[in-house]
T-cell receptor
Framework: KAGVTQTPRYLIKTRGQQVTLSCSPI?????VSWYQQTPGQGLQFLFE???????NKGNFPGRFSGRQFSNSRSEMNVSTLELGDSALYLC????????????FGPGTRLTVL | GIQVEQSPPDLILQEGANSTLRCNFS?????LQWFHQNPWGQLINLFY???GTKQNGRLSATTVATERYSLLYISSSQTTDSGVYFC?????????????FGKGITLSVRP
């Protein structure tokens, strides 16, 4: 069974631009979660989607948004990029039921100049 | 929210040595996972262990949920074990869930 895939793997943007990251979960998994990893803050939860609905949201500004499609693929968008948005963005998928193990993709490394 | 603390923050071992990595959490949890982050940043699942003991080759893990801690044991360490080890707990409220991560333990295994 194929794992979680994320595209693109690397991105370089400039301040003020916007970016869209994509995540395809493991086949059959209906929950997709997004995390941001930075050296200063570590791994932080962004949001979780299940059956095209945002089920949980972390403490991030409204510039960070996401959505999930009917095939469970998910995208996250960051608008008006700031230097501090430079990070590794990780996507995780799970069955979405109670107490499920989460599996992570390889991540998208975003650099904002 | 729930707090997750990992110790020690850094660990240096000689190849062949054994080690114990600790994860403490501040409240009851429904899920606990251990991950190894590879040099390219991907989190590799090691254990899904909300309670009890599991073993996978040279690695084993024990979670004592009532005492709010988990231990990851690495035996006969190899240089390929180097990297960052994360403990994460499911900070579930109702139907929502999110993983709350510790700051990680950086393991260096010297040949």
């Amino acid at each position: 069974k194929a794992g979680v895939t994320q595209t693109p793997r690397y991105l370089i943007k400039t301040r003020g631009q916007q970016v869209t990251l994509s995540c395809s979960p493991i086949s059959g998994h209906r929950s997709v979660s997004w995390y941001q990893q930075t050296p200063g803050q570590g791994l932080q939860f962004l949001f979780e989607y299940f059956s095209e609905t945002q089920r949980n949201k972390g403490n991030f500004p409204g510039r960070f948004s996401g959505r999930q499609f009917s095939n469970s693929r998910s995208e996250m968008n960051v608008s008006t990029l700031e230097l501090g948005d430079s990070a590794l963005y990780l996507c995780a998928s799970s069955l979405g039921l109670v107490y499920n193990e989460q599996f992570f993709g390889p991540g998208t490394r975003l650099t904002v100049l | 929210g729930i707090q997750v603390e990992q110790s020690p923050p850094d660990l240096i071992l000689q190849e062949g040595a054994n080690s114990t990595l600790r994860c403490n959490f501040s409240d009851s949890v429904n899920n606990l996972q251990w991950f190894h982050q590879n040099p390219w940043g991907q989190l590799i699942n090691l254990f899904y262990i909300p309670s009890g003991t599991k073993q996978n080759g040279r690695l084993s893990a024990t979670t004592v949920a009532t005492e709010r801690y988990s231990l990851l044991y690495i035996s006969s360490s190899q240089t390929t074990d180097s990297g960052v080890y994360f403990c994460a707990v499911d900070d579930r409220t109702g139907a929502n869930s999110k993983l709350t991560f510790g700051k990680g333990i950086t393991l260096s295994v010297r040949p």
